[in-house]
């Protein structure tokens, strides 16, 4: 499961949701604002996305970790909208058998996020300046499944 979510991520009921006696491994990535981005003091941030393509490429990516690692469920969700410092941007969580193959599966997923699904991220600083922040490989990504829809 990958969801877009406006409202504030409640990692521990999402966690406890995992619940599973098969589980021996529950692992979890918090991305959270922090206050400081490449020397520039962040007051706050803001998050936007083509949510069609983001949900389906989230969902993309969880499929392709379920099938790469041995696991039994992972679900991911990250915000869009206005952040603070300190609020929770993105959650990962990843539950199987034994650990090795959850932490793996856990990194494998977040960096696929970072990489893969079209997010953009505004950045507000502390002088009043801001900047948004649009990666590279989302850009491709969404040039390549548009292009492919069209192919």
């Given at each position: ?49 083509y949510p069609a393509?983001?949900e389906k490429e ?42 090795a193959e959850a ?49």
């Amino acid at each position: 499961m990958f969801a877009l979510e406006t409202a504030a991520i409640d990692s521990e009921a999402l966690e406890r949701a995992l619940d599973n006696p098969a589980a021996g491994a529950l692992v979890s990535f918090l991305g959270r604002v922090r206050n400081s981005n490449d020397g520039k003091d962040v007051r706050s941030l803001e998050y936007e996305a083509y949510p069609a393509l983001a949900e389906k490429e989230g969902s993309k990516i969880i499929q392709e970790a379920m099938s790469r690692f041995p696991v039994l469920e992972i679900r991911a969700i990250h915000r869009l909208g206005a952040l603070e410092i300190g609020d929770l941007a993105v959650w990962v969580a990843v539950s199987s058998r034994h650990r090795a193959e959850a932490f793996e599966a856990c990194r494998y997923v977040i960096d696929q996020i970072k990489a893969r699904v079209p997010i953009w991220k505004k950045e507000f600083y502390l002088d009043g300046s801001s900047v948004w922040v649009n990666c590279a490989e989302c850009a491709a990504a969404a040039h390549h499944h548009a292009g492919a829809a069209h192919d």
